[in-house]
């Protein structure tokens, strides 16, 4: 029978400020809850591995929050207007410019790649928000937040209506930006009294006629892409929040410009959420992660090669997420290697466990002391990778209750959102779409040299390996699947 042992007291979670750029304790505005947002995407095309990557971080975040007990409430929003093919304040508008290319509506567009990208949010095993407003539906509330800042923030061109960043104190400190240009990628508008300024709202210009224009006291148009976030996270979350995500690059530009408006909002007192949190670049040195790249990295890429979608969350998890990521096909190759591992060891668990009764934690001291190693891990700033390598020394473990054993991998997972308690070797292999042969055929193939090993026809047993390792697939003798792809790619 195992020992009992007193649980040990719950690490303090740790995050990372972007905003004060060191670790602070999370300390929740209302108690017992924990308050997210995290900037969604701009629905005009599918979204690459890079992007996913945010969601991944987002979702890990979010995980470890409900872990340690928190209530979650969870934003994503969807921007299906006035986000320009520039981050800053020039170029065509993405919804319009896809919608003119493929000859659709623009919220036939929109509808299009939000239920893509929420497919491969499920196929990624993200949980799915409290909520996926969409910018569409709260034009109304932007226009009402323009008014009310409008005096004493902002002032209007011919282009529309801009804030004036000099308005609020320390703008930019969260990107640190030190120059009086600003940053490069923010272009000249014609009558901008700063380099920084950005629209509020964006007046459509007399020749032009948009899919997606409202009428608003500065004229038709649509609003500037930055205020979005804004209100919806207002709305939703009500400010100050805890905590705002999104990928490093909106460090730069757009979450200092949504603190801009927050401040201006909120009389210079909230830049709306208490912790802003940012993850790295996922970096591709073969040059297809841009969507301007034709068969740019997308999820359905990464399965058509023969890659569970799990792989690639993994491979995310082995990295923190404020490191740089580099994406390769053998990282990804060795990523799946490694689940395929996990998944059978949670095989042979789950055998030994059979029809045994699994506790809700686990009472054994080692496995106590695992779980609060994990949590440890979890709660210095989401490492993740010190996680991940508890769980493989738990799989590795023969000599404890596996009932318990299972129990605490489970609740290790619930965090890591890997599925290890349902995923199967069968559902990690996966026929690369220009596969040269085919299941079926694959396992004729092998009942023909299962015949041939019976006859001690060795030399035929040899060839049909060989025929089939040629196709990619490798024959494993002993495994109880029985063959699995050998990934070539690219």
């Not at 209302?30 to 992007?51: D, K, L, M």
Request: hydrophobic residues 40%.
């Amino acid at each position: 029978m195992s020992d009992v042992t007193k649980s040990p007291e719950q690490a303090q979670l740790q995050l990372f400020n972007s905003l004060t750029r060191s670790l602070e304790p999370y300390q929740p505005i209302h108690p017992g809850e924990a308050r997210v947002y995290s900037c969604g995407p701009t629905v005009y095309n599918y979204q690459h591995i890079g992007n996913m990557r945010a969601y991944i971080f987002a979702d890990t975040l979010g995980r470890t929050l409900s872990f340690k007990g928190y209530t979650l409430r969870h934003v994503i929003n969807i921007t299906d207007v006035g986000h320009l093919t520039d981050d800053a304040d020039s170029g065509e508008d993405k919804m319009e410019k896809m919608a003119s290319k493929q000859g659709k509506s623009a919220w036939d567009i929109a509808a299009y790649y939000q239920a893509d990208f929420e497919a491969d949010l499920a196929r990624l095993n993200v949980r799915r928000p409290a909520h996926h407003p969409k910018a569409t539906d709260y034009v109304d509330a932007m226009i009402d937040w323009g008014k009310a800042i409008e005096d004493k923030h902002c002032y209007e061109l011919d282009s529309g209506l801009y804030f004036d960043v000099s308005t609020v104190p320390a703008y930019g400190s969260l990107a640190r930006t030190e120059t009086d240009e600003g940053e490069g990628r923010i272009d000249t508008v014609e009558g901008k009294r700063n380099a920084q300024d950005f629209a509020i709202w964006r007046k459509t210009p007399a020749d032009e006629t948009r899919q997606m224009e409202w009428d608003s006291p500065w004229g038709r148009g649509a609003p500037g892409w930055h205020l979005e976030c804004s209100v919806m996270s207002k709305e939703l979350l009500g400010h100050p929040f805890d905590i705002h995500t999104g990928g490093i690059d909106h460090r730069e530009i757009h979450h200092p410009n949504e603190i801009a408006q927050n401040q201006a909002f909120g009389c210079c007192d909230s830049s709306g959420a208490r912790i802003w949190m940012h993850n790295n670049f996922l970096i591709d040195r073969a040059g297809k992660m841009s969507k301007s790249a034709g068969e740019f990295l997308r999820l359905q890429l990464l399965v058509d090669k023969g890659f569970h979608p799990l792989a690639y969350r993994l491979m995310c998890l082995q990295a923190h997420y404020r490191s740089e990521l580099e994406f390769s096909w053998s990282n990804l190759h060795a990523a799946l290697t490694r689940l395929k591992r996990m998944v059978m060891a949670m095989d042979k668990l789950k055998a030994k466990v059979g029809d045994l009764p699994v506790p809700d934690a686990p009472r054994h001291p080692r496995l106590v002391q695992a779980l609060a190693d994990f949590d440890a891990a979890v709660s210095d700033d989401l490492n993740t990778a010190k996680a991940l390598t508890l769980v493989d020394n738990l799989l590795g473990q023969k000599r404890i209750d596996a009932p318990e054993c299972l129990a605490t991998i489970t609740r290790m997972d619930t965090v890591l959102g890997l599925n290890l308690l349902s995923l199967s070797r069968a559902d990690l292999r996966i026929t690369p779409a220009d596969a040269a042969i085919d299941e079926a055929g694959i396992e004729a193939a092998l009942e023909e040299r299962k015949a041939a090993r019976a006859d001690k026809d060795f030399a035929r047993s040899d060839a049909i390996r060989d025929d089939l390792l040629a196709k990619g697939v490798e024959a494993m003798d002993g495994d109880a699947l029985g063959w699995d792809w050998v990934l070539s790619v690219d």
